[in-house]
């Protein structure tokens, strides 16, 4: 049972501006993206205008307004991962899911973020699923691993 | 009792300098988990379940040697700590039998630890006789792989929070801010400021509150040794930073940690609750009357707020877009007060200098550039992993014997250093030492310390469009030259890579006079910009401008890329000899460019061609043909 | 003090003084476009980038403060063609419309091409696409003019206070947006029309009535009537090349004859009526508790402020409509059955200095069964264009006066375009109501200025009155959250949403330096001072009005056309 937005602003009384981005960061922890009705109400619970809300958060690659995929693919486009060849596994994934960066598959199974750099530069190229890591993966590779986790949503 | 006999002081017992029993390590740092290090530690803890043998059972952050993840270490009461890399959970079961019934070990280690407290194994190579290890110089990642980055205990017993002790009893802030700028440590996020000479700044504006920031967003692609860091030897960062906290005479520390890096962030959490329970820190360390907190800052994904007044609107809840300096952040910063920001590597260095001093400090590196820099080194290289040199070592020796050269009998082509800001350094400079001064002086930038090889299969030009297509991306968008000139440099870069078909004539013309208008732009980005990100936003443009012109000449005059990386400028054919002619290809061809007919080979007409490449990805026999 | 050297040139400057400052006052021209007077530098453009010896990349003089010896150079070779290439492009991302664009001619992005010599193409880029936002009454957004200069997020947010705007997204995908990015219409948008009037491109531009009059006055169906606000006649010449603070309003009511409207009437006259029932009001509310202090309700901008950000102050608004409103409401009442004209082939036209009137005019409120109290505004710059159209200049036609019974009005109606204007016009009729006299000084010094926001005491009958302007909704809010705080010794304020008050309303001509609003400020007291018709009371035809039609102020029939009702917004905000 995930916390509601309103529970989360009373565990933060007397917030000011600072707060924004960390309060931002636990609403769309827990429910995975952040509503309308969310920026209205952090807007009035910190005194900011609902313009600057959304200035603030659309600025950031974490801030997402849709809902997940239930598997959350982040690509790396990091330099070493680069060098590896993610450029042509990344256009893999987008034509298997059939989706582009941003967006999430119209089934809700997968959903596709574009990663500056996971920082985990020895194991290029490499994506992140739901927090797992695959390394060193190929246009062949990474066509099966995603099949596999749609398998796994089919079960 | 140890197998010689002797009692294990407290602190040798801490220092597993000899353990009383088996004691099994497990990589789990980012690196090691994402090459599996977490189905080998339940496989270690498994084989243990079962035998009769206690052991112990610790898990460690990243040694460096990413290469070789998951590594897993074994340690006998008596001897040398091993190493065996390239862990599996089937491999990890054998090698606890194996050490623990003294059977034949699957494989040789990758090395021993040297440790004159206890007996060598024969016929293994020590640690620092690893081409890897061996021209290394290990003062940040001293604990790195060794310890259990969540003991304080362990910390301690290696020397862990004595210099910070002797600081605050021994040393006044000023006198701090002048033995550190004496030392000559430089800012490792990539400024390269006088680390000292900040602190001062801050000291000595008058104020009732001052900030210390951790910068560890690391957002630069290609770089992880801050997380490397934290997640492995986080004590040191937080005495690195309460020592820095002390120098500026700030009383609440913020480390502003990207996102992206959870595992690092649950390892300082836990560390700061750890230092919190001893006392070191809170509204009165050590009775001395310095007070010290810290909290964390989760950053939320823009390259830019490793800008230091980005970074700052960011912790207070704004857009992280840069403002003018002056006035600058150490005067006044993060709410209006003076503010000290300092990378990660910047402040982990701290506690080591202080214990060393700042003359044996300043008495490595070179004139500019003192002390040691941590490097990850990528790309196209045998040994990939976190590599810490003294500065003044040469390139070459980085890349090559560190790094083990280029792999699989390709041509080495360049390293690139600094990231998106910095520049990459071709093989007619790799004897170049490193230094500040001597890495700008090429066009390059030490940068915050990714070092990415490339080979004769990268595409200098296409490099140069993954960098500024990063800067585009990334860039606040708040100044006009980053924003609208970058994006014309990419642009440029783009139609240099594209298929020549899809070009009219005025782009042509441009393509032509694109080389001139890409140094251009790049003159006026740097000249005017209004930050670090977009000054240096065009480096990559001109370093590889500048050591590879000849690409660049042959992707604008002849349409061809030499590296045969720029899909749109390839060729493709199919060879008669080896087309089965089962129509794969026609059916996924975009523009109907392949003909023939069933169980005939197929053709590819080129005029049609749009070389997308699909036609190479679908087909099973290796048909297609690139050129 | 210190000295640097300015184009070889010794200066003397303030120690920390902004070198942009300095340069202007020694008559050194930098181009500008993020530039705010009045506000901290962002350092957003970086046009204003000079060469400074010493300094590794040219520095933005916004930002710069003055240091001793500093040696600049303003128009090098190397910062004029810096300059060159940030203009060059924003230009490359920018369409190619000009000739189309309701800014052609008056627009800064195309000054600074010519300033800066940009007078070939070098650049051929791909340029960003947006929908334009045509949502609002008052305001049009085409996103793909906009050179992210942030004027408009700082007049908004950090001036008026009402923030609807914000910069969104980042780098080239960064713009000016809403709130999720929905039309202004349903945002916290007032319509004050100061982001137009900072925007230095065809960005932001009033949702245009031109070609809606123009089709009026084509039509033979229609008696097209047009009414002129107070500024009108004190702005207009300046877009006729003329120096700022004459009065042109005989020449002006001539040529709008010319243009073809059948009647010219003057909104000082239902200021006068406004000051009638207003005033009334007032002393209604002093001597029967109504709800205090009151709120004048003239400025729609402000308006809609407090149905969106204080709702439940909405009852301290003065139930009376604009002078604008009133005086349609008249006109297709009185004036139709006066003159036997069917109401409904009135189409009344008014001209102000406003963008917000464009959308009062289109409140549902303002509605009489199916009779629009006013069917169009024409900002000044509008009326400005509409004469181009028609070719004529002010000074073809003679010198002429306004239409009766609509066309006389007192010095009070007159000043009703100033900051403090409005009160100053209320008291004197308020005084009268509540003593029987006129006041003893009809100038009443203490509400003039230019101040945000300026309170006098007035003693009357009895009573000692709180009185307070406000211009600019920055203050407002200040003056709102001490009132929300508790503080009860104010009676009657005035507020007026445009900081500088309506002479510098959104309607008004663009890049009018300071001293302009000034000027035209001293013109409207001057015609003040040289009436002899000073008081709303006293106003004949006005009092003519309430013998034979609407009765006595706040009577039945004076409530239903010249007093409205107020709705909470909810909206995000």
């Avoid at chain 1, 199974?109 to 695959?134: Q, R, T």
């Avoid at chain 3, 453009?45 to 240091?67: D, F």
């Avoid at chain 3, 006013?374 to 073809?396: F, P």
Wanted: glycine fraction near 12%; hydrophobic fraction near 40%.
């Amino acid at each position: 049972m995930s916390r509601t937005v309103p529970s989360i602003l009373e565990s933060h009384p007397s917030a000011g501006r600072d707060a924004l981005i960390p309060l931002l960061q636990e609403i769309q922890a827990e429910h995975g993206y952040i509503a309308k009705d969310s920026v209205t109400a952090v807007g009035r619970h910190l005194g900011l205008p609902a313009s600057t809300i959304y200035g603030v958060a659309t600025f950031y690659n974490q801030f997402r307004f849709q809902p997940l995929g239930r598997f959350h693919v982040q690509v790396c486009r990091g330099t070493a991962c680069h060098v590896k060849g993610s450029q042509g596994v990344f256009e893999t994934m987008q034509r298997h899911l059939g989706i582009g960066p941003g967006q999430t598959s119209r089934d809700g199974l997968f959903s596709l973020e574009v990663v500056a750099c996971l920082g985990a530069c020895g194991l290029a190229p490499l994506i992140c699923v739901n927090g797992e890591f695959h390394g060193g993966v190929t246009c062949a590779s990474v066509v099966r691993i995603l099949d596999r986790y749609r398998a796994e949503a089919a079960a | 009792m140890t197998a010689g006999g002797t009692t294990l002081s407290s602190v040798a017992r801490l220092r597993r300098e000899d353990v009383d029993r088996p004691v099994i390590y497990v990589g789990t740092g980012t690196c090691g988990l994402g090459a599996g290090a977490a189905a080998v530690l339940k496989a270690v803890r498994h084989a243990l379940a079962d035998h009769p043998r206690d052991a112990d059972v610790v898990e460690v952050g990243c040694l460096g040697l990413c290469a070789h993840e998951p590594m897993l270490d074994v340690q006998l009461p008596g001897r040398a700590r091993l190493c065996f890399g390239d862990a599996t959970a089937a491999k990890a079961a054998v090698v606890v039998h194996a050490l623990l019934d003294g059977s034949p070990w699957p494989e040789l280690p990758l090395f021993q630890f040297r440790n004159p407290a206890v007996r060598p194994w024969d016929g293994v190579p020590f640690l620092d006789e690893h081409p890897f290890f061996a021209s290394q110089t290990r003062w940040v990642l001293e604990n790195c792989g060794l310890v259990d980055p969540a003991s304080l205990e362990e910390y301690v017993a290696r020397g862990g929070y004595e210099s910070y002790r002797r600081v605050l009893h021994e040393w006044t802030p000023a006198a701090l801010c002048r033995e550190v700028e004496r030392s000559g440590l430089r800012g490792r996020g990539g400024g390269g400021f006088l680390t000292g000479r900040k602190w001062r700044f801050a000291l000595e504006t008058p104020a009732d509150q001052r900030y210390l920031i951790c910068n560890a967003d690391e957002g630069d692609p290609g770089a992880f040794m801050d997380r490397a860091v934290i997640e492995g030897d986080p004590y040191r960062l937080l005495e690195g930073l309460a020592i820095a906290a002390f120098g500026v005479g700030a009383s609440k520390a913020y480390v502003y940690i990207r996102a992206e890096y959870p595992l690092a962030i649950a390892r300082l959490e836990h560390a700061i609750a750890r230092v919190r329970e001893a006392g070191l820190l809170g509204q009165d360390v050590e009775g001395r009357g310095v007070a010290l907190d810290i909290v964390i800052k989760r950053g939320a994904g823009a390259f830019v707020c490793g800008e230091e007044t980005a970074l700052i609107h960011s912790i207070e809840g704004k857009r992280g877009m840069p403002r003018p300096r002056p006035p600058f952040p150490a005067v006044k910063g993060l709410f209006g007060k003076p503010t000290v920001i300092n990378n990660v590597e910047t402040l982990a260095n701290l506690p080591g200098l202080m214990r060393r001093g700042a003359d044996a400090f300043a008495a490595v590196g070179t004139a500019g550039s003192k002390g040691t820099k941590v490097f990850a080194l990528s790309g196209k290289v045998r040994r990939t992993g976190l590599v810490e040199v003294a500065m003044g070592t040469r390139l070459l020796q980085v890349v090559g014997a560190v790094g083990g050269g280029v792999p699989d009998g390709k041509a080495f082509k360049a390293v690139q250093i600094g990231g998106p800001s910095g520049g990459c350094i071709p093989a007619s400079h790799l004897d170049t030492p490193i230094d500040y001064e001597s890495l700008k002086a090429l066009g390059a930038m030490m940068g915050s310390g990714g070092l990415v090889v490339m080979d004769e299969d990268n595409c200098m030009v296409d490099v140069a469009r993954f960098f500024m297509d990063f800067i585009q991306r990334e860039s606040c968008g708040k100044c006009i030259p980053c924003r609208e000139g970058t994006r014309h440099m990419l642009e440029i870069l783009e139609a240099l890579t594209r298929h020549p078909r899809r070009e009219s004539e005025s782009l042509a013309l441009e393509r032509f006079q694109g080389v001139t208008c890409l140094e251009q732009l790049a003159g006026v980005i740097q000249d005017t910009s209004l930050c670090g990100l977009g000054q240096s936003a065009p480096n990559p443009v001109l370093s590889t401008l500048r050591w590879f012109r000849d690409e660049y000449e042959a992707h604008v005059f002849e349409r061809r890329c030499p590296a045969g990386v720029c899909k749109e400028l390839l060729t493709y054919s199919i060879d008669p000899d080896l087309c089965t002619g089962c129509t794969l290809c026609v059916a996924q061809c975009p523009s109907d460019a392949i003909e023939g007919e069933k169980r005939e080979p197929h053709t590819i007409v080129r005029e049609r061609c749009v070389a997308c490449g699909n036609c190479v990805t679908v087909c099973r026999r290796g048909a297609v043909q690139v050129s | 003090m210190v000295t640097i050297e300015v184009n070889g040139r010794t200066v003397r400057a303030r120690a920390g003084e902004m070198l942009l400052g300095v340069l202007r006052r020694e008559g050194v021209r930098i181009p500008t476009l993020c530039q705010m007077d009045g506000l901290e530098p962002t350092g957003s453009c970086r046009l204003c980038a000079v060469e400074v010896e010493g300094r590794p990349t040219l520095v933005t003089s916004c930002a710069a403060p003055v240091e001793a010896g500093m040696v600049v150079r303003t128009h090098s070779a190397r910062a004029v063609a810096a300059r060159r290439t940030l203009v060059e492009l924003l230009l490359n991302n920018h369409p190619d419309d000009c000739l189309y664009c309701p800014r052609h001619g008056d627009c800064r992005l195309q000054d600074l091409a010519e300033e800066l010599g940009v007078r070939s193409r070098r650049l051929h880029g791909s340029h960003t696409r947006r929908a334009r936002d045509v949502s609002s009454p008052a305001i049009v957004r085409d996103p793909e003019k906009c050179v992210l200069c942030g004027k408009c997020v700082r007049v908004c947010g950090e001036i008026q206070g009402v923030a609807a705007i914000d910069l969104t997204g980042r780098g080239c995908l960064a713009r000016v947006d809403t709130a999720f990015g929905e039309g202004l219409n349903v945002s916290s948008c007032i319509n004050c029309g100061q982001c137009v009037m900072v925007c230095p491109t065809g960005a932001l531009t009033e949702h245009s009535h031109i070609d809606l009059v123009e089709n009026a006055l084509g039509d033979p169906e229609l008696t097209v009537v047009v009414q002129c606000a107070p500024s009108i006649s004190v702005t207009l010449a300046e877009l006729c090349g003329e120096l700022p603070g004459q009065d042109v309003d005989a020449a002006m009511t001539g040529l709008l004859r010319r243009l073809g409207f059948a009647k010219v009437f003057d909104t000082g006259f239902s200021a006068d009526l406004t000051v009638m029932e207003e005033a009334s009001e007032l002393v209604r509310r002093l001597r029967e508790g109504g709800t205090l202090p009151m709120f004048t309700s003239c400025s729609p901008g402000w308006v809609k402020f407090v149905e969106t950000f204080y709702p439940h102050r909405i009852g301290h608004l003065s139930t009376c409509k604009s002078p604008q409103q009133m005086l349609g409401a008249v006109i297709k009442s009185r004036w139709a059955a006066q003159a036997g004209v069917d109401p409904h082939r009135i189409f009344s036209v008014a001209v102000m200095p406003c963008t917000a009137k464009k959308f009062e005019a289109a409140r549902p409120e303002m509605l009489r069964g199916d009779l629009n109290d006013v069917d169009a505004v024409l900002t000044t710059r509008e009326l400005a264009s509409l004469m181009r159209r028609r070719g004529l200049r002010l000074g073809d036609a003679p010198a002429e006066h306004a239409d009766l019974p609509f066309g006389t009005r007192s010095g009070a109606g007159k000043i009703f375009g100033a900051s403090g204007g409005v009160m100053e016009a209320a008291v004197r009729t308020a005084h009268k109501l509540l003593t029987g006299e006129d006041p003893p000084v009809l100038e009443l010094a203490g509400l003039r200025g230019r101040a945000g926001i300026r309170e006098m005491r007035l003693a009357a009958g009895g009573l000692e009155l709180g009185l307070a302007v406000v211009n600019g909704l920055g203050h407002a809010r200040r003056l709102l959250d001490e009132i929300e705080a508790g503080r009860d010794d104010l009676h009657f304020i005035e507020v007026m949403t445009c900081p500088g008050g309506c002479l510098a309303g959104g309607g008004q001509p663009f890049g009018a330096a300071s001293d302009a609003v000034g000027a035209r400020l001293a013109a409207l007291y001057r015609v003040d001072g040289r009436e002899t018709l000073r008081t709303a009371h006293a106003n004949p035809a006005v009092q003519e009005l309430y013998a034979e039609f609407l009765g006595e102020p706040l009577s039945a029939r004076s409530h239903e056309l010249l007093h409205t009702r107020y709705v909470e917004r909810t909206v995000l905000r």
